[in-house]
């Protein structure tokens, strides 16, 4: 893929949190060419709600590369399974995609509150005052594709984490919601192989958009229009049109649009070398780790 197909890129910025409409979640989206993305404003209200990116994401008919921040499954090679032990354990990120969907079904808003609350996979999260007496300890068990990014110096944590403001587990849950109510009508890459047309959802970490756009650890964050433009031009954009709120979504959206509008072309972020075709049935790989 020396020429990438995309003709748009879009950035979303998720959010776990309880309730229905987040702050915490952003849109960004742009062309190819050097214009700055532009944050894509939620249908209704003033914030979007995770329903709301889901009938966004099922909209998408163009040639768009999505980049979703979470991360769409547990570990799985580490211990041969997502929850080892567990009656019914998944067999793949679908099975896992589904089960997580189906077990919090009375759960407004794509959450996950009664999964959480099942005795055997309790076991295996670490939560607030409820450390599940499986989770390892340390950091957590980590994909693949992680302990790839730790190579690549950033500082990844576990999903099965749900504690802190580091965590990315309640994120990512409640996103495995949404990939199954996508129900293949969006593939997923590396779950579901690129297709020749139409748009293609991918795992993205904001973190590498921030160091690619010469950002350096421990600065990762964006807070005001200056900082914005000196990053996008490091990945070859115009400066951005003025925001009415800057905070770390809304930037981190923007930057990362404009990083996969950047490196789509890329063969080697489609073809890493450590990812095997069961690795991307069960784990998944993030755009970018190559």
């Given at each position: 893929?020396?020429?990438?197909?995309?003709?748009?890129f879009?950035?979303?910025?998720w959010?776990g949190?309880?309730?229905?409409?987040?702050?915490?979640?952003?849109?960004?989206?742009?062309?190819?060419?050097d214009?700055?993305?532009?944050?894509?404003?939620?249908?209704?209200?003033?914030?979007?709600?995770?329903d709301?990116?889901?009938?966004?994401?099922?909209?998408?008919?163009?040639?768009?590369?999505?980049?979703?921040d979470?991360?769409?499954?547990?570990?799985?090679?580490?211990?041969?399974?997502?929850?080892?032990?567990?009656?019914?354990?998944?067999?793949?990120?679908?099975?896992?995609?589904?089960?997580?969907?189906?077990?919090?079904?009375?759960?407004?808003?794509?959450?996950?509150?009664?999964?959480?609350?099942?005795?055997?996979?309790?076991?295996?999260?670490?939560?607030?005052?409820?450390?599940?007496?499986?989770?390892?300890?340390?950091?957590?068990?980590?994909?693949?594709c992680?302990?790839g990014?730790?190579?690549?110096?950033?500082?990844?944590?576990?999903?099965?984490?749900?504690?802190?403001?580091?965590?990315?587990?309640?994120?990512?849950?409640?996103?495995?919601?949404v990939?199954?109510?996508?129900?293949?009508?969006?593939?997923?890459?590396p779950?579901?192989?690129?297709?020749?047309?139409?748009?293609?959802?991918?795992?993205?970490?904001?973190?590498?958009?921030?160091?690619?756009?010469?950002?350096?650890k421990?600065?990762?964050?964006?807070?005001d229009?200056?900082?914005?433009?000196?990053a996008?031009?490091?990945?070859?954009?115009?400066?951005?049109?003025?925001?009415?709120?800057?905070?770390?979504?809304?930037?981190?959206?923007?930057?990362?649009?404009?990083?996969?509008r950047?490196?789509?072309?890329?063969?080697?972020?489609?073809?890493?070398?450590?990812?095997?075709?069961?690795?991307?049935?069960?784990?998944?790989?993030?755009?970018?780790?190559?």
């Open positions: 893929m020396a020429e990438t197909r995309f003709t748009r879009a950035a979303i910025d959010s949190a309880q309730g229905h409409r987040h702050k915490g979640i952003a849109v960004a989206i742009c062309d190819t060419g214009a700055a993305p532009a944050l894509v404003e939620p249908p209704e209200a003033t914030a979007w709600s995770r709301d990116v889901l009938a966004w994401l099922l909209d998408q008919t163009e040639p768009t590369l999505v980049g979703l979470l991360s769409p499954a547990f570990p799985f090679v580490d211990r041969d399974g997502y929850f080892p032990g567990a009656p019914g354990s998944p067999p793949d990120a679908r099975a896992l995609w589904a089960m997580v969907d189906q077990a919090s079904a009375t759960d407004p808003h794509l959450a996950v509150s009664t999964l959480l609350t099942d005795p055997e996979i309790r076991r295996h999260f670490r939560q607030h005052r409820d450390c599940g007496d499986l989770f390892p300890g340390g950091a957590g068990r980590m994909r693949v992680e302990h990014q730790r190579a690549m110096g950033l500082s990844p944590t576990s999903c099965f984490n749900l504690v802190g403001a580091a965590q990315v587990g309640k994120s990512s849950l409640t996103g495995m919601r990939l199954h109510r996508l129900a293949s009508r969006v593939p997923v890459w779950f579901d192989p690129l297709p020749p047309e139409g748009p293609v959802i991918v795992e993205i970490y904001t973190t590498i958009a921030a160091r690619a756009a010469g950002i350096r421990g600065l990762s964050k964006m807070r229009a200056t900082a914005l433009d000196a996008l031009a490091n990945l070859g954009s115009h400066p951005h049109a003025p925001l009415a709120r800057y905070d770390d979504h809304a930037t981190d959206a923007i930057l990362t649009a404009a990083w996969l950047a490196n789509a072309h890329r063969p080697e972020l489609w073809t890493p070398t450590a990812m095997t075709p069961h690795i991307a049935r069960t784990e998944g790989w993030t755009f970018g780790v190559s």
